[in-house]
């Protein structure tokens, strides 16, 4: 294989979010800007995304103003900053099926869906429960959920079962059940195709909010905190954090967390001419500079 070319978008930001809400206990400390984005991985003829977003012109309007979503753009709009349209995305890898992440099915007409079983069966179960429950529906749109299950009848979600190396060259999904979500699921991208790679990057979903849930605030004597918002256990938060962190070779830079407000200082970036950040990860060679 060769390298792919990697780019974090923002599509959406929140300006003014708890911090007690990304970094658990937290409490009484402010605010801070929370971008909301998808991760684009080309190359090896595959054009793939991780997570798609949600749709603000339609269901997802009410979620957007829920939260206080600002400067929300379709991914027509994102993606022509990278020169490409939705109509080209060809696969994506859903973490975990929460309305900014799995909110866009319908934005993505050629797409293939990967999303792990126990996600999508554990909404439905959410779903059945009776009203005084639905705090497990936490940031969960039932209509998202609907989508899924007719792009199965269609034959383009496809669900997995825990871990799956290679599920594209190079790209492995790694399995992190009952923590964040039922069953949420990051991706590893090793760069350079090895087994033990030099060159990973892993994409987080919300398994890893800010990078602050991998050092607790003191890099200098780092303990993970988990994420504020466990459906699952905290426990299998911070287990996870740890192989998260293992499988960027110990380095927080190649965490790419969409919600992190600080990636743009990370990589060359550039704000789109829609206000939004744009941030060039990794560049294959013969590939066009986004940011340049
Ligand atoms: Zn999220």
């Not at 103003?65 to 080209?88: C, I, K």
Request: proline fraction near 6%; hydrophobic fraction near 35%.
């Amino acid at each position: 294989m060769t390298p792919y070319s990697i780019w974090i978008l923002e599509y959406a930001f929140i300006p003014e979010c708890p911090l007690s809400s990304l970094v658990y206990g937290r409490h009484n400390q402010g605010t801070v800007k929370l971008p909301y984005g998808y991760v684009l991985i080309k190359g090896n003829g595959q054009t793939i995304l991780v997570d798609c977003g949600y749709d603000h012109e339609s269901v997802g309007r009410k979620f957007g103003e829920f939260y206080g979503v600002q400067n929300w753009r379709s991914p027509r709009d994102v993606l022509a900053e990278v020169g490409l349209t939705p109509e080209q995305i060809g696969h994506v890898i859903i973490t975990h099926a929460h309305f900014d992440h799995m909110g866009g099915l319908a934005l993505f007409p050629n797409a293939k869906f990967y999303i792990q079983e126990r996600e999508i069966s554990r909404w439905i179960w959410a779903m059945s429960l009776e009203r005084r429950l639905r705090w497990l529906m936490t940031a969960g749109d039932p209509s998202d959920i609907i989508k899924a299950v007719e792009l199965a009848r269609d034959g383009r979600l496809v669900t997995l079962k825990g871990d799956v190396e290679d599920l594209f060259p190079g790209i492995d999904v790694r399995y992190a059940e009952d923590s964040h979500t039922p069953g949420s699921q990051y991706v590893v991208i090793r760069n350079d195709g090895l087994r033990a790679s030099k060159d990973p990057y892993v994409c987080t979903g919300d398994l890893i909010y800010r990078h602050e849930n991998l050092h607790g605030g003191t890099p200098e004597d780092p303990y993970f905190i988990p994420v504020g918002l466990a459906i699952g256990s905290q426990v299998n938060l911070i287990m996870t954090a740890d192989s998260i962190l293992k499988a960027a070779n110990g380095d927080t830079k190649r965490v790419l967390a969409p919600h992190e407000e600080n990636m743009p200082s990370l990589y060359p970036s550039r704000k789109s001419r829609h206000g939004l950040q744009l941030m060039e990860v990794s560049l294959a060679p013969g590939e066009r500079s986004a940011v340049a």
